[in-house]
Each structure stands twice: as C-alpha cells, then as structure tokens.
Nanobody
C-alpha cells in the first residue's frame, strides 16, 4: 500500500506559476513510475505528465508540453510538477499517482494508487 499526499495548489493569475508536490509513503518509491493527472469540473480525468522510476524519462500531454515540468527526488519520496505560464483551462484538481507497471504509460488503468488531489485555480 502506498499513500500519496499532494500539496502546492492554490489560486493564481493567468501567466503565473505553481509548483505541486506529492509525497509518498513507503520505502519503495524509486521502484515506481509516477504520474500527474487532472480533472476539471464536469470532465473526465486527464493525463498531464509522467516520469520514470529513475527520472530519466518523462511524458507530457500536448496541452502542457513546454509549460509544465515533472521531476522527482527519490531520496525524499517526492514527485513535483512545476507549472508555468498557467492558463484558465489549467484549472482542475491535480492528483498524483503511482504505477507499478513495468512500462511507463499515460493510461489511467496503469496507475494503482492515487492521492486525494489538490485544487489549482487559474483566474483570467
């Protein structure tokens, strides 16, 4: 069992930045691929970014590519999402997730454990 706790959400003006953090419990954090997803009101949960176990590979949704950066610190059991040039359409609840799958991916079924999420609101 892995527990995840997100932090860093809040209200920001369009064009601003936020840095989300996701702290994981347990001693096997470095064995897992990690992902960030988001869900806007009335919409389905969407993939945002993923990072491999060692941090050498990352994937991004086209909508955030060039603006968001995912990173991880395995010594601190934490994954981050740096969000720059925020837009109103980035408003959503952002959740981190753990994937125990062999291959890193973007599909929700690949992810086994989820955090509760943190609200990000971008005002225009």
């Amino acid at each position: 069992q892995v527990q995840l706790v997100e932090s860093g959400g809040g209200l920001v003006q369009a064009g601003g930045s936020l840095r989300l953090s996701c702290a994981a419990s347990g001693r096997t954090f470095s064995r897992y691929h990690m992902g960030w997803f988001r869900q806007a009101p009335g919409k389905e949960r969407d993939f945002v970014a993923a990072i491999s176990r060692g941090g050498s590979m990352s994937y991004y949704a086209d909508s955030v590519k060039g603006r968001f950066t995912i990173s991880r610190d395995n010594a601190k059991n934490t994954v981050y999402l740096q969000m720059n040039s925020l837009k109103s359409e980035d408003t959503a609840v952002y959740s981190c997730a753990v994937s125990t799958a062999q291959t890193m991916g973007v599909r929700i079924p690949l992810y086994d454990y989820w955090g509760q999420g943190t609200q990000v609101t971008v005002s225009s």
